[in-house]
Structure formats: structure tokens, C-alpha cells
């Protein structure tokens, strides 16, 4: 009788991972962090917002690069559609922030990935954004997400990783839960 031995590698660093986890749990203070952006108007609606450091671990941290992202409206909102719009950034981050879940997941419970996609629709009435209606949302009415994964697990495994990463993913609780915002003049 042969005994193989399979090797999951899905990229995630897990060991690290279960390492910080550990090392937090250690000392909770440490895992307040705080993440920044900051925004310059270029011109109409287009705006460029730049992400580079970010407060972790007890200390100021930074990104190996500056990461910039343009946002705009499309043309048919009178605008020069030169990013994309601040509402298809968010589907954007729940993308990733799910997708990495999954990997990771993945990754701690043994199941070999070979693909994962997403595809992310968020529903929205624009008569609120535009003043058209003030009893018409500004937001979002639904955003529905469609994973396809081809993994070595059956559909129920499958599913659990799904679940998984949408009860982990900080994104995911950003969309459905409250949250308190703030926004002030200086």
C-alpha cells in the first residue's frame, strides 16, 4: 500500500497567518489597525486616490508601493469616464476581499484550487444620486456575487469555503452591517 501525499499550494503563506493570529491573540492591542486613503480632485468628477501607508501592529507601516486609483462617471453622466466609478470600487474590493478568503481558506483546509472566478452586480436606481427622487436610495438595492471554483473538494466543500470567506471578509461586513462614518471640513 502506497501513501500519497498531496500538497495544497493555493499561494497563501497559512503557517504565517495562523502565526500572527497567534502572536495577536497575544497581545490584542496590536491588531488596531487603521487604513487610509487620500483623494485629489483632478477635474469634472474624475478624482485620483492614492494608498500608501496604513497603522498596524502597534506602528506606522507602508506598502511596498503607492497605489493609485482613478474614479470618474461614465460618459453618459456628463463626465469623462476616466476610471471607474467610486460604486464599481466597491464591488471591486468585496471581489478581492472574498476571492482571497476563499484562497486562503482553501489553503488551511487542504483543497487544491485551479480557479476561481467571480462575477458582481450591484443593483441601483440613480434617480436618488442624481435628485431625481429624495425617496429613492442613494446605495446599492442588492449586489449579488456568482463564484465559479474548480477546486479538488466537492460542491459542499466547496460551499463551506465560500461561507467561510463571507463570514471573515471585513468587506463583505462593511456592505451589510452599519457602519459609523464620519466626515468633516478642516
Given at each position: 500500500m502506497t501513501v500519497q501525499t498531496v500538497i495544497t499550494d493555493n499561494g497563501v503563506n497559512v503557517e504565517a497567518l495562523l502565526v500572527a493570529r497567534q502572536a495577536l491573540a497575544e497581545a490584542p492591542e496590536a491588531a488596531q489597525f487603521r487604513w487610509r486613503a487620500s483623494c485629489e480632485w483632478v477635474r469634472g468628477t474624475h478624482s485620483c486616490t492614492a494608498v500608501e501607508g496604513f497603522y498596524g501592529l502597534g506602528e506606522e507601516q507602508r506598502h511596498r508601493n503607492t497605489f493609485t486609483f482613478d474614479a470618474d462617471h461614465p460618459e453618459?453622466?456628463?463626465?469623462?469616464?476616466?476610471?471607474?466609478t467610486p460604486v464599481e470600487y466597491v464591488l471591486v474590493g468585496l471581489a478581492g476581499c472574498l476571492t482571497a478568503g476563499i484562497a486562503s481558506v482553501a489553503q488551511n483546509r487542504g483543497i487544491q484550487l485551479h480557479s476561481v472566478t467571480a462575477v458582481l452586480e450591484g443593483s441601483m436606481d440613480v434617480q436618488g444620486i442624481l435628485g431625481m427622487d429624495a425617496d429613492v436610495r442613494n446605495g446599492f438595492d442588492d449586489v449579488r456575487v456568482v463564484f465559479e471554483i474548480d477546486a479538488d473538494a466537492s460542491r459542499a466543500d466547496i460551499e463551506a469555503l465560500v461561507a467561510q470567506s463571507q463570514k471573515r471578509s471585513a468587506v463583505f461586513d462593511i456592505i451589510t452591517n452599519p457602519t459609523n462614518v464620519r466626515v468633516e471640513v478642516r
Open positions: 453618459l453622466f456628463a463626465s469623462d469616464d476616466r476610471g471607474a
